[in-house]
């Protein structure tokens, strides 16, 4: 069974810094490319950032852009954001997703989310 | 590429035919699915292709559309189906989502 599983979302003051962190398990994590998608509460979705298999090829959106850095760790299946310089319109439940088998971004599978809240 | 949902709330009673649209700024070919959320889960993959039902999607639920204009039609609403509802384009790696549709029952 495909499981993805966040951790590290913390109430975190403006300007501070989160590590967020996605564990992965009933795939081959190493040949997945893999996304980060948040939502504000309320909101709609927003993806966020994704790297390629080998981790060599990365994307950004433009609101997280030079304050973001998504990575990964094929050795032991995580998948990781780290998250610098927040703001408040930073809170949002961030989902880590898993490419499509075919390798197409479109999601199938979505951690269960983890609240980052941006607030003094 | 941005994506226009709409309506953006629909209240429809159970067994009508609901209709939702999402319109791109700009072509995407057929690299669009739908999503649906509800409250407190994680987003379900309903749609890809366009017209691709994901696995275990239910017949009811189907898609078109092709380039700037697509459709994700349910044909006869159930009470399970309220629910948000997203579209996504992936036909590049800059991804983005529709603003969603509300679907409630009346």
């Known amino acids: 069974e495909v499981q993805l599983m966040e951790s590290g979302g913390a109430l975190i003051q403006p300007g501070g810094s989160l590590r967020l962190s996605c564990a992965n398990s009933g795939f081959d994590f190493s040949s997945s490319a893999m996304t980060w998608v948040r939502q504000a509460p309320g909101k709609g979705l927003e993806w966020v950032s994704s790297i390629s298999d080998d981790g060599i090829k990365i994307y950004y959106a433009d609101s997280v852009k030079g304050r973001f850095t998504i990575s990964r760790d094929n050795s032991k299946n995580l998948l990781y954001l780290q998250m610098n310089s927040l703001r408040a319109e930073d809170t949002a439940i961030y989902y880590c997703?898993?490419?499509?088998?075919?390798?197409?971004?479109?999601?199938?599978?979505w951690g269960q989310g983890s609240l980052v809240t941006v607030s003094s | 590429i941005i994506l226009t949902q709409s309506p953006g709330t629909l209240s429809v009673s159970p067994g009508e035919r609901v209709t939702l649209s999402c319109r791109a700024s700009q072509s995407v070919s057929a690299n669009l699915a739908w999503y649906q959320q509800k409250p407190g889960q994680a987003p379900r993959l309903l749609i890809w292709?366009?017209?691709v039902r994901a696995a275990n999607v239910p017949a009811r639920f189907s898609g078109s559309g092709s380039g700037t204009e697509f459709t994700l039609t349910v044909a006869s609403l159930q009470s399970e189906d309220s629910a948000l509802y997203f579209c996504q384009h992936y036909d590049s790696r800059i991804l983005s989502f529709g603003g969603g549709t509300r679907v409630e029952i009346k």
């Open positions: 997703a898993k490419d499509y088998d075919s390798g197409w971004p479109f999601f199938e599978n």
């Open positions: 292709g366009a017209a």
